[in-house]
């Protein structure tokens, strides 16, 4: 064998050994202990680092869950039950109970029951259009219609209708709360999806006098104070002219449903009145 | 060569239609109604409650804040109600409804068109004055004029500049006022002076407006502390800063007031309010408004009683309803659409605008093609596609890092922009966003 070959393998072999060495020194002298829980909790997260949290992505999440040792106020709204009590079980505590959660859109100013006065020429965006004016329905708190959330929305969850004009929420929804932010109006709530995905709530969110709120749309609350009369399990309240539901206390009896005189209150995947006599009572959608 | 300021700035069409048309006063409807909210600042808090009978003169609101103004009744009559209104955007703002029985006016108030100049009052007497009765900026910012004339401790006053320039397309009704009332002006531009103690004041007027000029020049010439100076069209030379800038060269610094190099502006129609004020007795409760544009029949300038609807002037100036796109209050540069047009008259209308539905659409919107065209217009120095693109990530730091905040809005920027990107819309929104980031910052 030519002996340059020969050298050449010996000098690399030992250029090599030496940089193993230093390696080896190096990664020893300054290692990073790592609880290894944190892996194993970032693992179980579901990996939609959508911030939902309150933390920039999941594996933060998973550090300030390790950190603090206990799951109080610390949920995946995204995971929900079932990841919170694996994440339990991994760190041997007791899992909190977790409540589905979905956004509710609280307006119904369609095309149809707030139509527009006027054309607004500027940005495509609801945050420009909330600085400039009321919206072309005219409601001050009406939803505006260009689509905010929808952009915000990683998990395809949200999208404006374009027959209505106003956003709806698909099934896809993770409550990770990233349209509620991006709303200027506050129009979207996160409320419980409830028993068998059945939901009651206000959609309005109108705090003008009735006569006034009423001008504007066709389906606004007028804070005329039946809903909370009719209710027996004091879920509705009334403040500044406007109904609150509160999905704790809502049995799902749909007696404020009735009563309604604007058709404000809207009832979601619930089963058709047996009544017949019913007719006049506002057409389900599915929210 | 005549003076201008030396960044940026664009020029607009002038389209001034109603330069020509002597300023005519407007009888008020039988109904009026006054919004709360007339000056930057605290809304007025109203001493008058339903069913209390008023004169013309006598006063309805007052500004009880550090920055706030009293608001007077236009009109004689009886205070119908106090209620909310529909604001130019649409939102509810307090007003007092007034049903209009006569023209009678306070006893106090001199009514006679008899020129005074004989200045009686001292300086704080003055401020004290203008305070009282309402005085506030009316050159659209509406910045209370008696905050304005009270010089901060260790600060002077040298300079006073009236600002006559009216660099916005269309409006006429300074140039109108300085016409008319060119001695009154004179004689308010000394009082002015006295109240702030200086000794030399400057008028200031575009090129485009030589008889006004000439007749400020001629009436100006017997008081040697007053000059009258001619200055390059160019917008946005009404600004303070940029007014300040080409009178005098200096800068006024980031963040600043104009006080801190030693100048105190003034628009021409506030200093006609303060001479009316001062010498006649009179609150601010008439203004002048151009109402123009190419919809309308007759562009004209008209005297009007604050609380006027807009809809009276458009109908006196003739304007066609069904080829109408956008009624603009102001100019066409910074003036603001209106919702509707039922709305009243308040200080700060120096216009209405009616724009017919070809010419109100903006153009399609396109990429920027980095020609930098904005940041030569920027008359404040900044760039405004930088401004704006960091204001569309949400990147705020970088947007008050870009000083976002020094930007005045006059919208040479997306005037200039050949790909008519919505630069003003995206700095507008990023300095709402930014100023609230200081204000958590600051608590």
């Known amino acids: 064998m030519d002996s340059s070959i020969l050298y050449s393998i010996i000098t690399l072999g030992l250029i090599g050994a030496g940089s ?53 106020n610390l949920i995946c709204p995204v995971g929900g039950d079932e990841v919170m009590k694996r994440i339990a079980s991994i760190l041997g505590l007791e899992a909190p109970a977790v409540e589905s959660m979905i956004a509710v859109v609280r307006c119904n100013g369609s095309f149809q029951n707030s139509p527009s006065k006027f054309q607004y020429d500027g940005v495509k965006s609801c945050a420009f259009a909330h600085i400039t004016f009321t919206g072309e329905g005219g409601c001050p708190y ?14 395809d ?22 349209c509620v932010k991006a709303c200027p109006r506050n129009i979207i709530e996160m409320r419980p999806r409830g028993k068998k995905d059945r939901r009651i709530y206000v959609t309005c969110m109108n705090k003008e006098k009735g006569a006034v709120a009423r001008k504007n749309c066709e389906v606004a609350c007028i804070g005329c104070n039946k809903c909370v009369k009719e209710c027996r399990f004091d879920a509705i309240t009334l403040s500044n002219n406007l109904a609150y539901i509160d999905p704790h206390k809502c049995t799902l009896c749909r007696k404020c449903v009735e009563v309604c005189p604007t058709n404000c209150i809207l009832e979601v995947n619930l089963p058709p009145r047996k009544r017949a006599a019913q007719s ?3 057409a389900e959608i599915t929210a | 060569m005549l003076k201008t300021f030396q960044k940026g700035g664009v020029h607009p069409h002038e389209n001034k239609l109603s330069a020509n048309k002597p300023i005519q006063p407007i009888d008020p409807p039988a109904k009026i109604f006054i919004p709360l909210s007339q000056s930057l600042g605290a809304p007025s808090k109203p001493v008058v409650k339903k069913g209390d009978e008023v004169k013309a003169g006598d006063i309805l609101a007052i500004g009880e804040a550090f920055i706030s103004s009293n608001i007077h009744s236009p009109v004689s009559g009886k205070i119908e109600k106090i209620d909310d209104y529909f604001d130019v955007s649409g939102y509810r703002k307090p007003a007092i409804f007034i049903e209009v029985t006569g023209r009678e006016w306070n006893e106090s108030v001199d009514l006679s068109d008899e020129l005074k100049e004989d200045i009686i009052l001292d300086g704080a007497s003055i401020i004290q004055k203008v305070k009282e009765l309402g005085i506030v900026g009316l050159g659209g910012a509406t910045f209370p004029t008696h905050v304005k004339l009270m010089v901060p401790q260790g600060k002077k006053a040298e300079l006073l500049i009236i600002n006559g320039v009216e660099c916005e397309p269309y409006l006429t009704s300074d140039h109108r ?12 531009t000394r009082i002015l002076m006295k109240a702030l103690g200086v000794t030399k004041a400057i008028i200031g007027i575009e090129n485009n407006k030589p008889d006004a000029i000439n007749l400020l020049s001629k009436h100006a010439s017997s008081y040697p502390g007053i000059e009258v100076c001619a200055l390059k069209v160019k917008y946005p030379q009404g600004g303070e800063k940029q007014l300040i800038q080409a009178l005098t060269g200096r800068e006024v610094p980031s963040g600043k007031l104009p006080i801190e190099v030693g100048c105190i502006v003034q628009n021409v129609g506030t200093t006609f309010a303060v001479y009316q004020a001062i ?27 604050i609380g006027t609807p807009v809809s009276v002037l458009l109908g006196k100036a003739g304007w066609q309803p069904e080829k109408a796109g956008k009624v603009i209050a102001g100019g066409p540069m910074m003036g603001k659409a209106l919702l509707n047009v039922e709305v009243p008259i308040v200080k700060g209308t120096s216009g209405i605008l009616v724009l017919n539905r070809e010419e109100s659409f903006r153009p399609k919107v396109q990429p920027c093609i980095r020609c930098a065209k904005c940041v030569s ?4 120095g900044l760039e405004p596609y930088y401004l704006a693109r960091v204001s569309e990530l949400e990147k705020y730091d970088l947007a008050e890092n870009g000083a976002i905040l020094d930007c005045i809005e006059c919208g040479s920027c997306q005037y200039i922009c050949p790909s008519a990107r919505p630069l003003l819309d995206h700095i507008r929104l990023g300095k709402l966003k930014v100023n609230e980031i200081i204000r958590s910052r600051n608590q």
Not at chain 1, 34 to 53: F, K, S, T, Y
Not at chain 1, 157 to 178: F, M, R, Y
Not at chain 2, 377 to 380: G, S
Request: glycine share 8%; net charge negative.
């Open chain 1, 142 to 155: 009406g939803c505006l219609g260009h689509g905010d959330c929808e952009r915000a929305c990683t998990f």
């Open chain 1, 157 to 178: 969850a949200i999208h404006v209708n374009p027959a209505t004009g106003l956003p709806e929420v698909n099934d896809k929804c993770t409550a990770c709360g990233a």
């Open chain 1, 20 to 72: 193993a060495a230093i390696l080896y020194w190096v990664a020893s002298k300054f290692k990073v202990e790592e609880d290894p829980r944190i892996d194993a909790v970032a693992e179980a997260l579901p990996q939609a680092n959508c911030g939902g949290c309150g933390y920039a992505g999941c594996r933060n999440f998973a550090e300030a869950i390790v950190k603090t040792g206990s799951l109080d």
């Open chain 2, 377 to 380: 217009a920027c008359p404040m």
């Open chain 1, 280 to 282: 006049d009572s506002p």
């Open chain 2, 279 to 305: 010498q006649k007795n009179k609150p601010l409760v008439e203004r002048v408004v151009t109402v123009t544009g190419t919809n309308v029949l007759n562009p004209s300038n008209f005297l009007v009683k």
């Open chain 2, 177 to 188: 006022l300085m016409l008319e009332k060119p001695r009154e002006i004179i004689t308010g």
